[in-house]
Every structure is written in structure tokens, then in C-alpha cells.
């Protein structure tokens, strides 16, 4: 499985963005996916997982009612909506993949990872 996140950019407090990640390879739509951060200095950490239907998404309480993630299988793509975005969610993002969704939800150690994309917040 081949990821490629793209979508992340400079934008203002308050703002929206949209993450993407296209997932090539194989069947795809059978993976649970997931979305993680990396902020300069610091650990990686969970920020929302999705099942491999799109039926069940877990959240990181840092993110939740702000963000949201989802998925076309159609297109092999999982999605992340973020709004309201602060300055402390400044990070480079990650998508994952895993067939197990209890590995992508409560661990960083999915067998799949796309290169990241940068999202800068600025006040």
C-alpha cells in the first residue's frame, strides 16, 4: 500500500483546511486509515482513525468537534476536515494504514505510512 497525503498549507487561526490521502496498491477499501501529527520537538501523536467502511471514526479529545475524518473507497482516498484550527495544531501530518483498526486507533504502529504534509497555523 502506497500513500501520498497532499492538502496541508499556511492558514490563519480560525481557519479550515483539507487534508487528502491517496491510497494505491492493494485493495485499499479494506484498510482501517488514520490521521497522526508531528509538531517540531515533539513526539508523533494520534489525531483520528477511521474503519475501513467509514462506519466507525475515533478522535483524539485535542481535535474532536473540530475535525473530522472520512472516506471514498470509490477513489481510494481518506479525507481530513479541519476547522477551527490554533496555532498548537501547527505539525506535520500523517496518514496511515493498517488492516487492523484497533492498531491504527490506539497505536503508531501501522504497517503503512504516507511522507506527511505540513499545516501551519499562524495567530
Known amino acids: 500500500v502506497q500513500l501520498q497525503a497532499c492538502g496541508g498549507g499556511l492558514v490563519q487561526a480560525g481557519g479550515s483546511l483539507r487534508l487528502s490521502c491517496a491510497a494505491s496498491?492493494?485493495?485499499?477499501?479494506?484498510?482501517?486509515m488514520g490521521w497522526f501529527r508531528q509538531a517540531p520537538g515533539k513526539e508523533r501523536e494520534f489525531v483520528a482513525a477511521i474503519s475501513w467502511s467509514g462506519g466507525t471514526t475515533y478522535y483524539a479529545d485535542s481535535v474532536k468537534g473540530r475535525f473530522t475524518i472520512f472516506r471514498n473507497n470509490a477513489k481510494g482516498t481518506v479525507y481530513l476536515q479541519m476547522s477551527s484550527l490554533r496555532r498548537e495544531d501547527t505539525a506535520v501530518y500523517y496518514c496511515a494504514a493498517d488492516r487492523n483498526y484497533q492498531k491504527v486507533a490506539l497505536t503508531a504502529e501501522s504497517d503503512y505510512w504516507g511522507q506527511g504534509t505540513l499545516v501551519t497555523v499562524s495567530s
Open positions: 496498491g492493494r485493495t485499499v477499501s479494506t484498510y482501517a
